[in-house]
């Protein structure tokens, strides 16, 4: 959420003083992709029972391919993908969109009340209202039964929740990590206010995880008061989660626990963390995250790569769109070649200067045949894309320079043909709900809103 940015910009200038990234940029997608080697070796597929011979790989990888339209997009996406991260491509998953705030708490509560072992789990935004309070009493009363919870939580995107909040799950013997604490005498080792933990995680004895855009808020449930109003009118939070079960629940633990120790975390003992997966479903997944630091942005590069490889549609759900000039050559580039391009973006979000810097792109993009829309009568919050009817990914990546180099992301990204057809059926739900920005008459908009645009475009690394 926006809400907590302008927080942020009252400190930047002690950010820059610590920032060691403060010149970082994104990384060159051409040539990642002119290196990783497609068509060179087999695709390499882990199941439950540990790496797949070549064969077995591209026998999974030929029977999606004859699911779907003709499409390259799986051989070189995924060449790309492995060339630049340690996370494997995995099969056997069960995948379970969650659309909105009360179908993914619903799920979340499920998961809560069914661990046995261990429960972690990993927010930007924790609020001290009735959602957090329902899951502040739950995980209390999980941690009484002896299942040991673990919870991190970024210090920025929660700068609203009183202290007292936490001291409660402390008390009732949850482990607590503060992210980048905004005091920079706790912080473990370097200190960037900019850097903050952007995922939203939760994961149960290591076999069911849900990840995706949405945080513990009332906001996000619609009998609840909200943060934006439209003429009087509170406006309902528009968000995506998916569930996953099977092997790369385990992927996601990881990335969980490797956080938690950058983060000098009480040691995590006596619980089984990395469990044996087992198969539950026909998806292939793989588990995108990003962190500060690292060589590769890589929900940045699958990004840009699927974009690229696209051959047939490309249809994208996004909150804050401030993309760099890659992935907009990108989606340009897609659109000429006679990709379908179809983008749904917010008519109102919790930053007016977010949607200017937004739309500063609109014109570029539908000059080279990108159609632009703007959903009506909801807060959207989602980042979630469809390409080539095959290729799908979840998660809390906005395409705007906080997500793309500066937090910490995650994302799954399911080849799967169902669940593609779920997207689909989401993406048009949303597109019947939206105005088609048209090329003619955005050019006849005001000059003052062009000024606007321009000036917020200035500072489009901030937003």
């Excluded at 950010?15 to 970082?24: E, M």
């Excluded at 995980?139 to 920025?156: E, H, M, P, R």
């Excluded at 005498?185 to 995680?201: E, T, Y």
Aim: aromatic share 8%.
């Amino acid at each position: 959420m926006k809400i907590v940015k302008s927080f942020t910009l009252l400190f930047l200038f002690l950010s820059i003083l610590s920032l060691s990234n403060g010149c970082a940029t994104l990384p060159n997608v051409s040539q990642k992709m002119d290196d990783a080697p497609v068509g060179q070796k087999p695709r390499q597929i882990v199941s439950s029972k540990g790496l797949l011979s070549p064969q077995k790989s591209k026998a999974i990888m030929e029977r999606l391919k004859r699911s779907v339209n003709p499409t390259d997009i799986l051989e070189r996406y995924i060449a790309v993908v492995e060339s630049v991260t340690e996370s494997p491509l995995t099969r056997g998953n069960k995948v379970a969109l969650l659309i909105d705030g009360k179908a993914t708490y619903a799920a979340m509560f499920e998961a809560i009340r069914n661990a046995k072992d261990h429960i972690n789990l990993e927010t930007f935004i924790i609020e001290d209202d009735e959602i957090g309070g329902k899951f502040t009493d739950l995980l209390i009363a999980k941690q009484a039964q002896g299942v040991q919870v673990n919870i991190i939580y970024d210090s920025v995107g929660s700068i609203t929740t009183p202290e007292s909040f936490f001291k409660r799950l402390r008390d009732g013997g949850i482990q607590v990590v503060e992210f980048n604490p905004k005091n920079p005498f706790k912080a473990p080792g370097s200190w960037f206010l900019v850097r903050q933990d952007h995922r939203k995680i939760l994961i149960a004895d290591g076999r069911v995880a849900i990840i995706g855009g949405i945080n513990i808020s009332n906001v996000y449930s619609s009998s609840f008061s909200r943060r934006k109003k439209v003429k009087g009118k509170p406006l309902d939070w528009r968000d995506t989660d998916i569930q996953i079960e099977g092997p790369a629940v385990g992927e996601v633990q990881k990335l969980f626990l490797e956080t938690w120790s950058r983060q000098n975390g009480p040691a995590l003992a006596g619980h089984n963390y990395l469990v044996d997966q087992k198969e539950n479903g026909e998806a292939l997944v793989s588990i995108v995250g990003s962190t500060p630091g690292t060589d590769n942005r890589i929900t940045f590069i699958a990004y840009a790569a699927a974009i690229t490889y696209a051959e047939h549609s490309i249809h994208l759900t996004n909150a804050y769109f401030i993309p760099d000039s890659q992935i907009l050559e990108a989606f340009k580039d897609a659109a000429k070649r006679g990709v379908d391009v179809k983008i749904i973006l917010p008519s109102n979000t919790d930053s007016s200067l977010v949607i200017s810097a937004a739309r500063y792109s609109y014109s570029d993009l539908l000059k080279a045949g990108v159609k632009i829309y703007e959903r009506r009568t909801v807060l959207l919050h989602a980042k979630t894309a469809v390409i080539d009817g095959v290729w799908s990914t979840v998660g809390s990546t906005n395409l705007d320079y906080w997500s793309l180099l500066s937090n910490d992301e995650v994302n799954a990204v399911v080849l799967n043909r169902e669940f593609a057809i779920e997207m689909e059926r989401m993406f048009a739900s949303d597109l019947a709900q939206s105005d088609q920005i048209q090329i003619d008459q955005w050019g006849k908009r005001p000059l003052s809103q062009k000024i606007k645009e321009k000036a917020a475009h200035l500072f489009s690394r901030w937003l």
